[in-house]
């Protein structure tokens, strides 16, 4: 049986997916765009733009020169690769070699896959109906040869389908780019009038060899079916996940222990062979009554640590009612990160976040009293106080910048500053005495002012001068006054920290 | 006790300060300061804006610097004199010649050298460590800059308000008493006043390529770096009452002033011991026998000695000298100048050769263009051609040494759009949207950012974070962002010029200049010549030459023959494509109507198609007055004085502003002021001022308010874009040189404008077939004929056959060309004789594009198809045998069609000798009932027409608010179309993109001048792809089997595409210049 191909061209692949995600697009002539050289060069046109004249390499300038309300949007250089790859491992339905076929298209073998769809135009039909559902435009065609398929896909108007072995006819009427050519070939031909490939067809062999190389005339066999072809097809991922079917129903909490222990071996072996680690995980238990049963864990790093695992999820098992009992068990990391392969040392030194042992205490932590009630902290640039930290989410959470400590910082910084009285000289020395909660702190010691301005761009508002001031106790407090002493009372004093 | 401030970064330290020094001296007056001092890093571009300021305001600059060095702490550094300000500037000019521009690498040991005589003032690192102390390594250094500089250290003292002053100022104070240093006080100013913090923060974010979002620490915590009142700095010190007393003490030290240095001419300038007087007065006598001959006219001897006797009051001999000597060098090099300028066009420039304007020809006084009054500097610009200047330049060098020649700077301002693509990219704006807020801005119109215009592109103009980026930008405008190198003008001196100012590197090679503009050194008094590049000299020279080897004529500037009738004829009819000033559309429907017939009337015609007068309305009443069509008069007898010569209609830069003087009594300083004020950037808001005191003073005057406020509007218009009188007539003779040279030997002009390509508004596609139609033969390139140049061959009728040359070929290079022009003795006869001679594969394919091998028998596709079979020639030993492909078997490519071939000729060349593309399409725009452009001419004014043509320039002047003028070219010659705004936005379209463009409209006709008024536009680009469409393309295809095909199956999508992926090949035509 002769092989067969569908080539798939997206002709707006990247614009259609932006209209997908802003509908409203739509309706409106677009191009997505990306600097080059220090203008703005489209790389992308919808077809609403390219009725007006707009292309793909035109600068943005002069498309807005000529639309000016042409939206712009910012390309991401990495999207159609993932585009494609999504569609591609979608497309796994229709046969199970699909190769992307950079920068638009995708190639299918479907040799022995089209009958399951009641003949090759069915297939096609779906194919393409499914496609225009998902909102992509596509021209697909089918032919014997991965050349064929690609170039009538790319630039015949005709049927969907060619029939075995006519991609020699079909050929002859195409352009030169319908064989993947570079373009300067494309180029030469154009200028040598070689419009067609039934223009050059019959030109001897060595004369085409001499002027546009080996590779053209691979092409050319290629596309004709006189050269093998091959393609690199994607692979789906697997899911991880693990499944353990019970001959009887589980119903005792020892015998759920033995079913999550077995999965955790499974799923963290495949793990550990792969470099990776779980951050969550979900154990599922299908009871007999149809009911599911689950308990999920989160961890702090990546982690295959069977032991480790385990005890999370024991905490929780006795939450799992079996009821009559569970038949099926499913435990499915569904969130999984790189793991880097610890490395042993000699002698453990290491105490610091870099600790596994650390974070497999937090988890526990987390798992007894929930993980929103442990913070990390991290600096942030910023010099207003508040402002000057934020919580980490995890913690591989690389600090930004180093802790700043060449200006006093409380101990303990109130999240929200107090408003005190006080009695202070004026216009900016520190002040004598102040009054917190009802009672009364007489200063002794005091350094200050120091001034930290609004942060104009995010918030308006009076200037801060911090004082850090110790009262006859013995206790360091932080105070600022907002705003300038003036006259007409518009500043206020508050106490923000304490030192110790 | 007072205080100085000793520490104030203008915004000429680029990126760091945030505040004008005009603002910053403002500022300092109005708080009681007496004194300040200027300390930019590493730089002096900004002192002597800040002297003026500051001379204006009654106080006092001290210059200084803030060096920052590579191998220590910076320091503050303040000249006591003249000497000692000489060795500053000469030590950062050693910096900067060791950078590259806009750097300047200093270490300690350049300052030990040149630090006599100065003040200096360490700068203590901003925090304390860990231990609450200087870093030991600080007290090292400062121990080594002590025993350097002795008593004329100091150590600054700031208040930052950081939390920890007291104990930062008590570390320093036993710093500076366990060394001996005196502690100084300064606040290390950055702004005038608080406010500016947000733009400083900003040009942090610029500095640092960071957005406002993520400056973090690079930001400053607080605004205390403005210029604090004098009270409140006492107050901050009053622990340190001696630190705020040594400021007194150095600023009592500092008595040097930017007014006490003294600009020399040079010395050179004279020969055999003559003072410059005596060689200013030989030469010009001498140059006057060259002119005249023994007999000169008494109006000549007469103004000769009325000239000298003025230049010798003003003591201007040497810089008329200095100009001289550059000119004879040019003339010595057979490089072309001429020169202009306000004292170009004197008697003794003429005698000396400076200027070929022959002054005995028209009346130009010579007080006119330079006002005793204001004992300034007389200007000379002189213009060379632009592909020899750099030898000017050299020489200049090479004469005066670069110690004491240097080109002036430029400092390039923030410009609207400029300024809100800095603001709004560190304020975290999207690309997008700073594109539509400068896509909102609209230059020619003193409104920045227009709400309505904001809303168009789609903006909020409530919106509060935009209003910030708005306020910010409007702050940014004006600011100084780099110093750039002037075109052309000079500062010589005698002694050093870095004596005076620091010299640094420009960013081309061989050149140096300095840090000040010609603005400064005005100021300070400095003389400066002009060395200007124009491309119609390199045209007029090689056109000289041209004529020289073909025609035996030895032609020049000044023995062109005057005032011909048959040249003015050709102007009037305004058949003046390619010659200089008067070819653009405007000025080609002006000559008609203005109808030059003499030498002073190309004066007036290159003079009044200005903004300038165009803005001010002045155009139309010249016109009617010269045609009779109103009467002349005066609104006064002084009035008629100035402006007799212009028939009452202000049109030179020079009357507007005598009206200033005379009829509004400015005094000249304050009508120099005036029209500098409006040539610089719009941001003072002295405009207004100005234009109010204009007013006034002319209504005290007994004018009508009308009169006076027409007068203001032109002068706003001459600000940027006048044209002195003195300018106009140099070019002027330009003008009438190139009409000449076009008049009799268009084969010359042709040939020489294409080889000095690209000059002017057209393209060589225009050139060649006004050539043409001025009967003169072309002949295409060809590798057995042509030279890299376009050249002339043997007389073919009146005109030499004009050959065109491997410069016209899209993408050769000249050296690969060489080689081909160097071993022709002999016609080649094949392909393989050029491979053989080494010239590259590349080379041989864009020939073979430029269709040059038909000498050999081969068109350009032949030619492609055999150039492209590479690789396989015998080589070595087998040379010479024949190779594989002279025995493959003849390939028949399809064959060309002449319309193909135009438009590869085009794609080659940007031209084509075989025909003209629209001729191809004629009988298509027949059947459509479209005029042909010389149809049109014949037609009636307000008939209805339809025209098309390939699109030759679209423009859209800012003064004509919003219309479009389109010039059009069919096989027949041109045709203008006017496009009003409303017309222009409904169809932007077709008017941008296509390159054959139809229009339906009004013919409008005024005299000669023919335009058509523009209904509809249609894009008939399509028309041109048919061009390329071969014949074989109607033959039957080799039909598909498509039996199974049902004709019900449609897939969706399948049907509507578009030929996406075809090859448009109508984009090979000029896509028509667009000139805003």
């Known amino acids: 049986m002769s092989k067969r191909f569908v080539s798939i061209w997206f002709r707006h692949l990247k614009t259609d997916w932006f209209i997908l995600r802003r509908p409203v697009l739509q309706a409106m002539p677009f191009v997505l765009a990306l600097p080059d050289h220090g203008r703005m060069v489209i790389t992308a046109a919808n077809a609403l733009a390219q009725a007006q004249g707009i292309d793909t390499g035109m600068a943005v300038a002069d498309a807005r020169a000529l639309l000016p309300s042409l939206e712009v949007l910012d390309d991401k250089p990495t999207l159609s690769a993932k585009l494609l790859k999504g569609i591609a491992e979608w497309c796994i339905r229709y046969t199970p070699v699909v190769a992307i076929d950079a920068p638009d298209g995708l190639l299918l073998d479907t040799t022995g896959c089209a009958h399951l769809w009641g003949g090759e135009i069915q297939y096609v039909k779906h194919i393409l109906t499914r496609l225009k559902s998902l909102g992509y435009t596509a021209h697909a065609c089918m032919a014997d040869t991965i050349g064929a398929a690609w170039g009538m896909a790319h630039f015949s108007q005709g049927s969907p389908i060619l029939e075995s072995g006519q991609q020699m006819e079909a050929l002859l009427s195409l352009p030169p780019a319908a064989l993947r050519l570079e373009a300067d070939t494309i180029e030469r031909l154009e200028k040598l009038g070689l419009r067609h490939v039934r223009n050059f067809i019959g030109i001897p062999r060595p004369a085409l060899r001499r002027r546009f190389g080996q590779i053209f005339l691979q092409k050319l066999d290629q596309a004709i079916g006189q050269e093998e072809e091959t393609i690199q097809p994607v692979h789906p991922i697997q899911p991880y996940e693990e499944r353990l079917p019970c001959l009887e129903p589980i119903v005792t909490a020892t015998g759920i222990e033995i079913a999550l222990q077995r999965l955790l071996e499974t799923l963290c072996l495949r793990l550990r062979e792969e470099e990776k680690g779980l951050r969550v995980c979900c154990f599922k238990g299908y009871r007999v009554d149809g009911k599911v049963e689950k308990i999920e864990i989160g961890t702090n790093r990546p982690s295959h640590n069977i032991a480790h695992l385990f005890k999370l999820f024991e905490i929780k098992i006795s939450t799992m009612e079996p009821a009559l009992g569970i038949e099926l068990f499913i435990l499915d990391a569904s969130k999984v990160e790189d793991a880097s392969p610890v490395n042993t040392t000699l002698w453990e030194t290491s105490c610091g976040l870099d600790d596994p042992g650390l974070s497999e205490l937090l988890d526990r932590f987390a798992g007894k009293i929930g993980a929103n009630h442990i913070h990390r902290y991290l600096p942030a640039e910023h010099h207003w106080p508040e402002r000057s930290i934020h919580a980490a989410t995890t913690l591989l959470d690389k600090p930004q910048s180093t802790w700043k400590d060449d200006r006093p910082r409380p101990l303990q910084l109130l999240a929200r500053p107090e408003p005190i009285d006080v009695t202070a000289p004026i216009p900016d020395y520190p002040p004598m005495l102040f009054r917190h909660k009802g009672k009364l702190h007489k200063i002794t010691r005091a350094d200050g002012p120091e001034r930290i301005e609004q942060e104009w761009w995010l918030q308006e508002g009076q200037h801060r001068d911090y004082y850090s001031v110790e009262d006859e106790e013995g206790h360091r407090y932080w105070l600022f006054r907002s705003g300038h002493y003036s006259a007409d009372k518009t500043y206020r004093w508050f106490i923000h920290g304490f030192f110790a | ?72 702490p910076s320091l503050l550094v303040y000249p006591t004199s003249v000497a000692a300000y000489s060795q500053l500037c000469s030590l950062l000019t050693v910096g900067n010649f060791r950078a ?74 036993q710093l500076s008493a366990r060394l001996n240093v005196s502690l100084v006080a300064t606040n290390d100013v950055h702004y005038h006043e608080p406010a500016r913090r947000e733009l400083q923060d900003i040009l942090t974010c610029v500095r640092e390529k960071c957005t406002i979002y993520t400056a973090g620490f690079r930001l400053h915590p607080n605004a205390e770096r403005y210029l604090k009142p004098i009270e409140e700095m006492q107050r901050l010190f009053r622990h340190y009452p001696a630190a705020i007393l040594r400021t007194q003490e150095i600023a009592g030290a500092c008595q040097f002033s930017l007014d006490s240095l003294k600009y020399e001419y040079p010395e050179e300038i004279t020969h055999e011991g003559r003072t410059p007087l005596e060689e200013l007065t030989f030469q010009a006598w001498q140059g006057a026998k060259q002119h005249y001959g023994d007999n000169i006219p008494d109006k000549v001897v007469t103004a000769i000695h009325h000239e000298l006797s003025f230049i010798e009051r003003m003591n201007y001999a040497p810089y008329f000298l200095t100009v001289y000597d550059i000119v004879r060098f040019a003339r010595e090099q057979n490089i072309l100048c001429q020169g202009r300028g306000s004292a170009a066009n004197s008697t003794v420039c003429y005698c000396l050769g400076i200027t070929s304007v022959d002054p005995t020809k028209f009346e130009l006084l010579f007080e006119r263009f330079i006002s005793a009054a204001r004992n300034e500097p007389p200007d000379i610009d002189v213009d060379f051609e632009h592909e020899r200047r750099e030898e000017v330049i050299q020489y200049i060098y090479r004469k005066y040494g670069r110690d004491r020649a240097a080109i002036v700077a430029t400092v390039t301002q923030q410009h609207q759009k400029g300024a809100i693509r800095d603001v709004g990219k560190a304020m975290g704006l999207s690309v997008d949207s700073i594109n539509r807020l400068s896509g909102s801005i609209r230059d020619y119109t003193d409104e920045l950012f227009e709400s309505k215009r904001l809303t168009e592109q789609g903006l909020d103009p409530g919106d509060k974070h935009l209003c910030k980026v708005l306020d910010l930008t409007r702050q940014l405008m004006g600011f100084p962002r780099q110093l750039g190198q002037h075109t052309g003008g000079f500062v010589i001196t005698r002694g050093k010029l870095s004596d005076l100012c620091p010299i640094m590197n420009a960013r081309m090679e061989d050149r140096t200049c300095i840090e000040w503009n010609k603005d400064d050194i005005d100021a300070l008094g400095f003389l400066k010549i002009d060395v200007l590049a124009l491309g119609m000299l390199t045209c007029i020279r090689k056109a000289f030459d041209i004529a020289k080897d073909n025609y035996g004529l030895d032609l020049t500037l000044a023995n062109i023959p005057p005032d011909d009738p048959v040249v003015y004829d050709m102007i009037c009819h305004a058949d003046t494509i390619g010659v200089f000033q008067i070819e653009s559309r405007a000025q080609q429907s002006m000559l008609p109507r203005l109808r030059p017939r003499s030498f002073y009337d190309l004066v007036i015609e290159v003079a009044i198609v200005r903004p300038g007068p165009i803005q001010g309305d002045m155009v139309h009443p010249y016109l009617r007055r010269r045609n009779g069509e109103e009467l002349v008069e005066y609104p006064s007898k002084e009035l008629e004085d100035i402006l007799g010569r212009t028939l009452g209609v202000p049109l030179f830069q020079e009357q507007a502003m005598k009206i200033a003087i005379v009829a509004a009594g400015f005094t000249p300083a304050e009508a120099d002021e005036l029209r500098r004020s409006m040539a610089t950037f719009k941001a003072h808001g002295m405009v207004k001022k100005f234009g109010e005191k204009l007013i006034k003073g002319m209504m005290d005057r007994g004018y009508t308010l009308e009169y006076a406020q027409r007068v203001f509007k032109q002068l706003e218009g001459f600000g940027s874009y006048g044209f002195p009188e003195s300018h106009a007539a140099s070019f002027a003779l330009l003008v009438y040189v190139s009409s000449w040279i076009k008049c009799y030997y268009p084969d010359v002009f042709a040939c020489a404008i294409l080889n000095s390509m690209p000059m002017g508004f057209y393209q060589p596609a225009q050139l060649v077939i006004d050539a043409k139609k001025h009967g003169v033969e072309v002949s295409p390139v060809d590798i057995n004929y042509s030279t890299w140049d376009n050249k002339l061959e043997e007389r073919s009728g009146k005109y030499c056959i004009l050959r065109l040359g491997f410069r016209q070929v899209k993408g050769l290079r000249e050296e690969d060309i060489g080689i081909l022009i160097s071993e022709r003795e002999t016609a080649y006869t094949s392909i393989n004789a050029l491979r053989d001679l080494g010239v590259p594969e590349a080379a041989l394919e864009k020939l073979a594009d430029a269709d040059a091998f038909r000498s050999i028998g081969l068109d350009r596709r032949q030619a492609l198809w055999e150039i492209t079979a590479r690789n396989e020639r015998p080589v070595a030993l087998f040379t010479g045998q024949p190779s594989d492909e002279s025995l493959e078997q003849a390939v028949s490519l399809p064959r060309m069609s002449t319309s193909e071939h135009v438009v590869h000729d085009y794609a080659a060349t940007s031209l084509s000798l075989k025909a003209h593309p629209v001729s191809f399409v004629r009988e298509k725009l027949e059947q459509l009932r479209i005029l042909s452009t010389k149809e049109l001419n014949e037609a009636k004014d307000g008939q209805q027409v339809k025209v098309a043509g390939l699109v030759l320039v679209r423009q859209r002047p800012g003064t004509a608010s919003g219309i479009c003028f389109i010039t059009i070219e069919d096989e027949t010659g041109f045709a203008n179309l006017v496009v009003f705004e409303a017309l222009f936005e409904k169809y932007r379209k077709p008017i941008l993109q296509s390159r054959l463009l139809m229009v339906e409209g009004k013919l409008q006709r005024e005299g000669e001048v023919v335009h058509v008024i523009v209904k509809c536009c249609y894009d008939l680009t399509k028309l041109l792809r048919h061009l390329t469409a071969s014949q074989e393309e109607q033959l039957p295809l080799l039909t598909l089997s498509r039996a199974d095909e049902k004709p019900e199956q449609d897939f969706e999508g399948q049907r509507r595409k578009v030929d996406a992926r075809e090859v448009k090949r109508e984009k090979v035509f000029p896509g028509g210049r667009n000139f805003r």
């Open chain 2, 100 to 173: 590259p521009k806009g750097e300047c690498h200093l270490y300690k040991a350049d300052v030990y050298q040149y630090a006599h005589g100065m003040k200096l003032i360490l700068l203590p690192p901003p925090v304390l460590n860990g231990l609450f102390d200087f870093d030991p390594s600080f007290e090292q250094v400062m121990k080594e800059y002590r025993d350097a500089f002795g008593e004329d250290l100091y150590l600054a003292a700031a208040r930052s308000y950081s939390g920890d002053d007291a104990k930062y100022l008590y570390r320093l104070a």
């Open chain 2, 1 to 72: 006790m007072s205080y100085t401030e000793l520490q104030v970064t203008t915004n000429f330290s680029f990126l760091r300060g945030a505040s004008h020094p005009e603002e910053l001296v403002e500022q300092a007056a109005s708080m009681g300061y007496k004194e300040m001092a200027i300390t930019d890093r590493n730089s002096l571009a900004g002192i002597v804006r800040a002297h003026v300021a500051a001379r204006a305001k009654g106080i006092r600059i001290i210059p200084g610097c803030r060096l920052d060095l590579l191998d220590g």
